[in-house]
């Protein structure tokens, strides 16, 4: 069992930049995959990142400017945003488990992007 806490998001101006952390309790963490989804108001959750042991892989609209890391020490896994763009407002999710089937998801954390 995994139970995941999303923090960071907020109001952020265009252009801007936000850290997303995702705090994992529970065993094995290291071993887990962990991707970061997104949902916009009235559009269906989309995939945004995910790392897999030390492999990594984005959605084409995000390459460059999001990065996701993870610390097994502190059982969290990073997001930095940069060049934040109105288009990447959503409620920001991690979730944990394989890279065909994520099992454990955390509650969001809301990211705007706007002036």
């Known amino acids: 069992q995994v139970q995941l806490v999303e923090s960071g998001g907020r109001l952020v101006q265009p252009g801007g930049s936000l850290r997303l952390s995702c705090a994992a309790s529970g065993r094995a963490f290291s071993s887990y995959a962990i991707g970061w989804f997104r949902q916009a108001p009235g559009k269906e959750r989309e995939f945004v990142a995910r790392?897999?042991?030390?492999?990594?892989r984005y959605i084409d609209s995000v390459k460059g400017r999001f990065f996701i890391s993870r610390d097994n020490v502190k059982n969290t896994v990073y997001l930095q945003m940069n060049n934040l763009k109105p288009e990447d407002t959503g409620i920001y999710y991690c979730a944990a488990g394989t890279v065909i089937q994520y099992d454990y998801w955390g509650q969001g954390t809301q990211v705007t992007v706007s002036s």
């Open positions: 790392i897999s042991g030390s492999t990594t």
